[in-house]
């Protein structure tokens, strides 16, 4: 299916947090170009060409000449605000739409609710507006740093909230987290093995190049492209 709509082309929007924006990986930095303004907080594109999404781009740059991507993943958003300022971050040509968010929600009080609640209208208007939309689910991060004392939740909720959205509202889900997991256990390795790489931000939460990659090879794999 997506095959066929790769070859068509189309455009690929990317919406989320600083996971979907590729922070962590190396050569990535953010620009001075303003996605929006929220609650008193600027959000600025962030250019990743080393990230999951940044390969994704030279893939279809290679195989499919008339497919584009855009990245408006805003580190550290909440999900209450890619909800509120949805409409600063998908145009109305936009055909495809990556949504990847939900870790800065553990720190919120009622974050896994306001998740599941943003998450859920996010996609439902989204689709409504005639919208392609699939769900990924973040990557595992070290003990340490899921174990900071502002973590109200955990990365496991988070991911089981998204799964369970895209479930009900039968949409792709790229599980980035059980790729991932699967891997480690297979190669009997831990998430500290792989996380970390030269010249990348190494705060064991944000992927460097090499989990950057594998996020990329179960994209690719999932979307059968």
Not at 133 to 150: D, G, I, K, Q, R
């Amino acid at each position: 299916m997506y095959k066929d709509i790769l070859t068509r082309g189309i455009k690929i929007k990317i919406i989320g947090d600083s996971i979907a924006a590729g922070a962590g990986s190396s050569m990535s930095y953010k620009t001075e170009e303003l996605i929006f303004e929220g609650d008193g907080t600027k959000f600025f594109r962030r250019v990743a060409p080393n990230s999951w999404w940044g390969l994704l781009e030279q893939y279809l740059r290679d195989k499919y000449i008339n497919c584009s991507v855009e990245n408006k993943g805003c580190g550290g958003a909440f999900s209450y605000q890619i909800n509120k300022y949805l409409d600063a971050l998908v145009s109305i040509d936009d055909n495809l739409v990556f949504v990847l968010m939900g870790l800065n929600d553990r720190k919120r009080i009622n974050g896994m609710k306001e998740l599941e609640s943003n998450c859920e209208h996010i996609v439902d208007e989204l689709i409504n507006n005639g919208k392609m939309v699939c769900l990924l689910t973040p990557t595992p991060s070290v003990h340490s740093n899921e174990y900071y004392t502002n973590r109200i939740y955990h990365t496991d909720e988070v991911v089981a909230i998204l799964r369970c959205i895209a479930n009900s509202r039968k949409i792709l889900l790229i599980d980035n987290y059980k790729y991932i997991m699967e891997y480690l256990a297979k190669e009997k390795l831990v998430i500290d093995d792989i996380i970390y790489g030269e010249d990348c931000t190494n705060d064991g939460l944000h992927p460097a190049d090499y989990v950057q990659k594998l996020m990329f090879q179960n994209l690719i794999k999932t979307l059968q492209v």
